[in-house]
């Protein structure tokens, strides 16, 4: 839902009803399923499908045409609330594609704790390459704290430079 949200709040529409209806027909069998399935066509392509309720609009004003999507909504081919959904859609199963693929691969937890490392590397005073020295070994020491971020900082700048 986070890609589904981001556009929803970005084209005005009422992201709670949204979240609220994705959820409740998620468990409309009496047990929480997914909204996406993933398959292969004939060809071996991948296809993806999102099914959820959803109701969104854009504003149309008299004078310039459809507006409410992403600003000027002919330029952008949102020309009718059934784009925008299909937009809403799209977005949000790129993001359930990159959540699979974190499942798969490092796991959700690891790849957001890797994140957040190089959040406080950066608050911590890291720059450049270092950013990525820090978070790297604070996520190895299983430490990703403050604190340790500006040691770690510390001892890169300490270090002689290499040859």
Do not use: F
């Amino acid at each position: 839902m986070n890609g589904v949200d981001a556009v929803v709040i970005a084209t005005g529409n009422d992201w709670r009803a949204i979240e609220a209806g994705a959820h409740s027909y998620a468990a409309r069998g009496g047990r929480y399923e997914s909204l996406s399935t993933w398959s292969r066509d004939p060809q071996g392509n991948l296809v993806g499908t999102l099914e959820m309720p959803m109701a969104v609009g854009i504003r149309w004003r008299c004078d310039e045409g459809p507006s409410g999507c992403t600003g000027s909504a002919q330029t952008h081919g949102c020309q009718s609330a059934s784009d925008l959904a299909s937009i809403i859609v799209s977005v949000g199963l790129a993001q359930n594609m990159a959540a699979l693929r974190a499942l798969a691969t490092e796991g959700i937890q690891r790849g957001h704790m890797s994140l957040h490392a190089r959040q406080v590397a950066i608050a911590a005073g890291a720059a450049g390459e270092a950013i990525e020295q820090v978070a790297a070994q604070m996520v190895a020491e299983k430490v990703v704290r403050i604190d340790r971020a500006e040691q770690i900082v510390k001892e890169l700048r300490a270090a002689p430079p290499k040859e």
